[in-house]
């Protein structure tokens, strides 16, 4: 699970950043998509750590520990923000509302997840 870590914070790095003077609209949008997973990591750990529900993504599932859990969910996560911003040289818009999409996804299942986990 290092390496995952490890591969997101290079992955972030390396990958070209976006200046908000750019192209606002994808600074957003890409931003978007990490509060996202962000608040769908917290809910699901609050939620698992509630003992009332369960992983159903059978990729991580099998971590047991918060911290091996967290990686491979950014891991995964990094690697398609690297993927949009690859999209993103070729077709602006459709990246942005990928972006958007995922971003506003997981927000719901992180509504889900914390009113599931009351």
Not at 35 to 61: F, K, P, W
Not at 98 to 117: C, D, K, M, S, Y
């Given at each position: 699970m290092r390496l995952i870590l490890l591969l997101t914070i290079l992955l972030t790095l390396s990958a070209k950043r976006v200046h908000a003077e750019d192209d606002p609209i994808f600074a957003v949008?890409?931003?978007?998509?990490?509060?996202?997973?962000?608040?769908?990591l917290a809910s699901t750990q609050r939620c698992l750590g509630s003992g009332?529900?369960?992983?159903?993504?059978?990729?991580?599932?099998?971590?047991?520990?918060?911290?091996?859990?967290?990686?491979a969910k950014f891991g995964v996560s990094g690697l398609g923000l690297w993927a949009i911003r690859k999209l993103h040289a070729s077709h602006?818009?459709?990246a942005a509302a990928i972006n958007f999409g995922i971003g506003g996804a997981f927000t719901l299942i992180a509504v889900h997840n914390q009113r599931v986990g009351q």
């Amino acid at each position: 699970m290092r390496l995952i870590l490890l591969l997101t914070i290079l992955l972030t790095l390396s990958a070209k950043r976006v200046h908000a003077e750019d192209d606002p609209i994808f600074a957003v949008s890409e931003f978007a998509n990490v509060v996202g997973n962000a608040l769908d990591l917290a809910s699901t750990q609050r939620c698992l750590g509630s003992g009332r529900c369960h992983e159903t993504n059978l990729a991580l599932a099998r971590f047991d520990n918060p911290l091996t859990f967290t990686a491979a969910k950014f891991g995964v996560s990094g690697l398609g923000l690297w993927a949009i911003r690859k999209l993103h040289a070729s077709h602006p818009k459709w990246a942005a509302a990928i972006n958007f999409g995922i971003g506003g996804a997981f927000t719901l299942i992180a509504v889900h997840n914390q009113r599931v986990g009351q």
